[in-house]
């Protein structure tokens, strides 16, 4: 299948890297001339050197973009869609507000062409792994179109609803993966400000009531679990930028809805602080671990 793909940053690297293997042809695109050159020499990949060149003779197109606004930009503002045929299927990746995916559905319903909203849990790791979970939003159909390559991508594929739903799936579960993360790094601290040795305490915690997703394959205690961020410094991963955003995303949607969430509000500042107090966009969300306890692992 031609698959034309767009956005090649930690995520749509190696999400570009599993299609390829699988037999797809994939054509490429990123403003970054950089992560084009990554891709040289990949079987199976093309580097377009424009952007409407990813929508020829593709059978589907996936963007990866960072935020709502660029995601908006490609397909209204620089009309990606008046490119795309109306065979093809167009599944955004990126982790955008749930009302852009819906305006940007309408827009692609409007012109016949059919897309659905798909965000991605698992970090640059399930993405390296093709273990991604995709929420997807829009019609059962499409989602049947696509799932033969969402399964290349990634393990667990879920249909959320309809336009839009993928995306409230997704900033449901970040602002969730974000309480759990800064309260398991406080549990961690005041263990080890106790005495306790912070790789016992996480074994006690992940038997008990209190174990989460962090405890069984995150730990942000430094040198707790290998192969993760912590345990290098905090590279590499999911930004503390990009948790800040979705955590935006999250309360901007549970404003428009009356809904209390007392618990994202907490963790949005409490990232917003270690992002300024640390200068820590760009390291993991884990290292919210140096906000509490900015000496752990020392």
Not at 83 to 107: K, N, Q
Not at 123 to 142: D, H, K, Q
Not at 202 to 231: C, D, F, H, R, T
């Amino acid at each position: 299948m031609r698959i034309g793909f767009i956005g090649l940053g930690n995520m749509g690297g190696p999400m570009v890297r599993n299609l390829a293997e699988a037999g797809h042809e994939v054509v490429a695109f990123d403003i970054a001339a950089e992560r084009l050159a990554a891709l040289d020499g990949i079987a199976n990949v093309q580097a377009a050197s424009a952007i409407n060149q990813t929508t020829a003779g593709a059978a589907i197109v996936i963007t990866m973009l960072p935020a709502s606004v660029h995601v908006e930009s490609v397909y209204i503002d620089n009309d990606l869609l008046g490119s795309i045929d109306t065979s093809t299927l167009v599944i955004d990746c990126s982790t955008i507000a749930p009302a852009t995916s819906r305006r940007v559905a309408a827009a692609a319903r409007d012109r016949g062409i059919d897309m659905l909203d798909a965000p991605v849990s698992g970090g640059t790791g399930g993405a390296e792994a093709g273990t991604l979970t995709f929420m997807v939003g829009g019609s059962e159909a499409s989602l049947e179109r696509a799932r033969p390559i969402l399964e290349v991508m990634g393990s667990n594929i879920f249909h959320a609803g309809d336009a839009g739903a993928g995306q409230t799936a997704k900033i449901c579960n970040n602002m969730l993966l974000a309480a759990q993360m800064t309260a398991t790094a406080e549990a961690l601290a005041l263990g080890v400000a106790q005495g306790l040795d912070p790789a016992v305490l996480s074994s006690i915690m992940q038997s008990s009531s209190g174990g989460n997703w962090p405890l069984n394959v995150y730990n942000p205690w430094p040198g707790v679990m290998e192969g993760v961020p912590a345990s290098r410094g905090y590279e590499g991963g999911f930004f503390v930028d990009l948790m800040i955003k979705d955590l935006e995303l999250a309360l901007a949607a549970a404003n428009e809805s009356g809904t209390p969430t007392a618990m994202g509000s907490l963790a949005r500042n409490l990232y917003r602080t270690h992002q300024a107090t640390n200068n820590a966009g760009g390291l993991d969300f884990s290292s919210i671990q140096r906000l509490i306890a900015p000496h752990a692992g020392e």
